[in-house]
């Protein structure tokens, strides 16, 4: 038996597991609409590979624009580079079954080899069909018709792909940008609630909270099958869907703890799906929960934040019950957003905003 038709079964093994890998990851990742539960998987490397490194970089600059702007690239940059590893290693694995298979393709100058195999590989993942090659066996031809569709496959499913990401990316912004005047900028609890006090603005409160109920239920929904959707950024630095998140988590946990009736019953619900959302978030990306740095709500500014609300006529209880359960509600949720605010490189807010700070909106008066 000649060198041209000599097979190799390391290669055609080492080749299949290649290729199927890459297949399997594709579809997790573009296709299945569940959370993979499995620990050692390609795309979860990659990203762990290159986010740490990009997030490092990025706590080197400077706060503010220069480092948001740095870190807002990797999200998108990224999902192109994964596609170009796929990519990469398809051709690879399909290099060596041709190579395996005994290397039946043949140039025009009659040469064979895994260069030859490398060429058609890579010009048939890409439908290129090179005319100066002539696969000499059935079996190189059934790998070429192979690779050709598998490259089709992936083609088709990557243009539905990148448009159902960035529909997904404009509804959960839409909602945070909405929070702006609503919130202040950054968002947060404390601001929420004081424009919204009064009892003639509680049903406006109260309609609030079912529409960010709902939109915590698709950001769960979304990006727990897309988690690359969790790097990508808002268009202004001090906004986030994490500090949007904390914000919500922090005004039900309060009315779920000081207010009685129909807003109680609202922010409870609100409150569990948001915690929901970043707990199974935290899963997505093999966080542990951690508690932060420093108290978000000493008593003092409890204190003041509930001067405040008082003085614009909230109407919430105060006293020990209503302290303890609020300890409780916050110890649910504020490990978890911390770890995710750490990761992502994305702030946690305050539970009132700072004195002096313009909503967005008022940036250009």
């Known amino acids: 038996m000649d060198a041209a038709t000599t097979t190799h079964p390391v290669g055609l093994v080492a080749g299949a597991v290649v290729v ?23 795309t979860r490397v990659f990203y762990r590979a290159t986010w740490l490194p990009w997030r490092a970089i990025g706590r080197t600059l400077p706060e503010g624009r220069r480092r948001e702007g740095f870190v807002s690239v990797f999200g998108p940059l990224s999902l192109l580079v994964l596609l170009v590893l796929w990519a990469m290693l398809l051709v690879a694995g399909f290099t060596l ?4 298979a005994g290397d039946g393709v043949q140039a025009a100058t009659g ?3 895994w260069l030859t195999d490398l060429y058609v590989s890579g010009a048939t993942l890409f439908t290129l069909t090179p005319g100066d090659l002539l696969p000499t066996t059935a079996a190189a031809r059934a790998l070429i018709a192979i690779e050709a569709g598998t490259g089709l496959a992936i083609l088709a499913m990557v243009i539905g792909y990148l448009p159902l990401l960035s529909q997904a990316f404009s509804r959960r912004e839409v909602s945070v940008s909405l929070l702006d005047a609503r919130a202040g900028s950054p968002p947060s609890a404390g601001e929420l609630l004081l424009r919204h006090a009064g009892d003639a603005r509680q049903d406006a409160l109260a309609r609030l909270l079912e529409q960010w109920e709902q939109w915590c239920a698709e950001l769960l929904e979304t990006h727990v099958s897309f988690p690359v959707l969790a790097y990508y950024r808002s268009q202004h630095a001090n906004q986030s869907w994490v500090a949007a998140l904390t914000a ?6 309060l009315l779920a703890a000081a207010s009685d009736g129909e807003p109680s019953r609202v922010a409870l619900l609100t409150f569990a799906i948001a915690r929901h959302a970043a707990v199974d978030l935290c899963l ?5 929960p951690r508690p932060a740095r420093a108290d978000r709500l000493p008593a003092s500014e409890l204190d003041q934040l509930r001067r405040a609300l008082r003085e614009a006529g909230s109407g919430l209880r105060e006293g020990p019950g209503v302290d303890a359960r609020l300890q409780r509600l916050r110890a649910m949720y504020e490990p978890y957003m911390s770890a995710l605010g750490t990761y992502l490189m994305m702030p946690l807010p305050a539970w009132r905003g700072h004195e002096g700070a313009r909503d967005n909106w008022r940036g250009l008066v």
């Open 20 to 42: 199927l890998v890459v297949l399997w990851e594709a579809f997790e990742t573009i296709v299945s609409p569940r959370r993979v539960s499995r620990r050692l998987r390609l």
């Open 97 to 100: 079954l041709q190579w395996g």
């Open 111 to 113: 040469r064979r080899g």
């Open 248 to 253: 919500i988590l922090d005004a039900c946990a």
């Open 284 to 288: 997505v990306f093999r966080l542990e």
